[in-house]
């Protein structure tokens, strides 16, 4: 019975290892494959306010394949001593659209 769970547990493990090396290879990158599409190219980015140790920046990303939902790519990266991470967040046209809007408006710009 032990070997069986051992087997299955490294099943499932090779399984989705190989399904995400699959989505690298399909998008084109490590970053892609989080995101679920291609990215076509990097808008820009901005610095957080310094925290030492910890550095943060919010990148902005054109992605690609056609899908109106996955239009706009924010990766939010932070990184410290011996530390990296990385959150992507992938938004519609209008999400975007929304985002920004909420933004402006907390800036005070209409």
Do not use: C
Request: hydrophobic residues 50%; positive net charge.
């Amino acid at each position: 019975m032990q070997t069986l769970f051992d087997n299955l547990f490294w099943l499932v493990f090779v399984g989705i290892a190989g399904y995400f090396i699959f989505r690298m290879f399909r998008y084109g990158g490590f970053k892609a494959a989080m995101f679920g599409a291609s990215i076509q190219r990097t808008v820009g980015e901005v610095a957080g306010l310094a925290h030492p140790p910890v550095s943060s920046v919010l990148k902005v990303h054109v992605l690609g394949g056609g899908d109106p939902d996955k239009a706009v790519g924010l990766e939010f990266v932070a990184k410290s001593f011996a530390s990296y991470q990385m959150l992507p967040l992938t938004l519609s046209s209008n999400e975007a659209r929304r985002l920004a809007s909420l933004l402006q408006e907390a800036t005070g710009r209409d």
